[in-house]
């Protein structure tokens, strides 16, 4: 099995990818925007055949690459899936009318990522508070993908799905379709004082679930300093 590997000198592909990709014996052939020895670029017109392009970059990326790709490579896309339903919309149709591979794989390594067993406790409140974290090297990613939406996607939401998914057995895949979206007017934002960017640093949404019978309302407040 052979992986083409974009955005290979990304966190998540050297964090992720490629460790499990190197456990499971798959050859890698890294893409990058910066390439160093034996990476291939992002500007190459055609790329070698390969089993998987794997876009461990932003979902846009995809859809300037697709026509490079071979027919018969898999196509696998990380996620954010576009900013928002409207561009994740775009990115299919655009895709659609390539139909230069064999096939869509959209993922999202967080609904794999190990979460603590929490069902056995009766939890109401979760305050995660003095996390250090250096932005300053992925200002760029931060500002153009949101911080906000890094927290809730990435961090709230797969506890949340995580603690509901013990106590009533369905996957966390599952328990996130049945989150509402987020509407724009339930949600709050702000920016810190000393972050340097210009994308909401905190805020305060609501949405609701579907559990079945009863839709209860679910309430984040988040903040990355």
């Known amino acids: 099995m052979s992986i083409l590997l974009f955005g290979a000198n990304g966190n998540l592909a050297t964090s992720k990818v490629i460790p499990a990709a190197k456990k499971l014996k798959y050859t890698i052939t890294p893409v990058s925007r910066t390439?160093?020895?034996?990476?291939?670029?992002?500007?190459?017109?055609?790329?070698?055949?390969?089993?998987?392009?794997y876009m461990a970059t932003p979902s846009h990326v995809a859809c300037?690459?697709?026509?490079?790709?071979?027919?018969?490579?898999?196509?696998?896309?990380?996620?954010?899936?576009?900013?928002?339903?409207s561009t994740f919309a775009n990115m299919i149709i655009h895709l659609c009318e390539h139909k230069s591979f064999r096939k869509v794989l959209f993922v999202d390594h967080y609904l794999h990522k190990h979460i603590p067993v929490l069902a056995n406790y009766d939890i109401h409140y979760?305050?995660?508070?003095?996390?250090?974290v250096c932005l300053f090297d992925r200002l760029e990613t931060f500002e153009n993908m949101g911080i906000i939406r890094d927290v809730v996607q990435n961090h709230c939401l797969s506890v949340v799905a995580e603690m509901i998914?013990?106590?009533?057995?369905?996957?966390?895949g599952?328990?996130?379709s049945n989150i509402a979206p987020f509407k724009p007017n339930m949600c709050y934002m702000d920016v810190h004082e000393k972050y340097q960017g210009m994308a909401p640093t905190?805020?305060?949404c609501t949405t609701t679930i579907n559990m079945g019978r009863t839709t209860p309302e679910l309430e984040f407040q988040v903040a990355k300093y």
């Not at 690459?65 to 996620?79: N, Q």
């Not at 979760?126 to 250090?132: G, L, T």
């Open 35 to 53: 390439p160093e020895r034996g990476h291939f670029s992002m500007k190459d017109t055609r790329y070698p055949y390969h089993n998987i392009a």
């Open 64 to 85: 300037d690459v697709v026509s490079r790709l071979h027919k018969d490579t898999i196509l696998c896309i990380e996620k954010p899936h576009g900013e928002n339903k």
């Open 126 to 132: 979760a305050d995660i508070v003095k996390i250090k």
């Open 165 to 172: 998914s013990q106590n009533t057995g369905d996957s966390r």
């Open 174 to 176: 599952t328990v996130l």
């Open 202 to 204: 905190q805020a305060k």
